[in-house]
């Protein structure tokens, strides 16, 4: 149960971010949080399909999300320097 509330509060946290990179005029890395937050709710529902063959199928499809989303967020970073 505690791993489901800390995985709840990262994905609420993602779209706070978002949100507020989003008012600042941070458009591309607001939009790699929020296909950070979806790609976190999609490992959050495997975690319920763990042990089944539709289990494996769902934490892989996770990593379509994950992968854009870093890459989004890093403009962030870049922009800083």
């Known amino acids: 149960m505690a ?13 706070l971010v978002a ?3 989003a008012r ?9 949080f929020t ?4 790609a976190w709710g999609v490992f959050f529902l495997a975690k319920d399909f763990r ?3 539709v289990g494996n199928d769902i934490f892989a499809s996770a ?5 854009p989303s870093l890459r ?4 962030y970073g870049v922009a800083q320097e």
Do not use: E, Q
Not at 3 to 15: P, R, S
Not at 24 to 32: E, H, N, Q, V, Y
Not at 63 to 67: P, Q, S
């Open 24 to 32: 600042k005029g941070w458009d591309l890395p607001a939009a790699g």
């Open 72 to 75: 989004l967020i890093v403009f």
């Open 51 to 53: 042990g089944r063959d």
């Open 19 to 21: 949100m507020k990179l």
């Open 3 to 15: 791993y489901k509330l800390a995985d709840a509060v990262f994905i609420t946290g993602c779209g």
């Open 63 to 67: 990593f379509y999300f994950l992968l």
């Open 35 to 38: 296909a950070l937050s979806i």
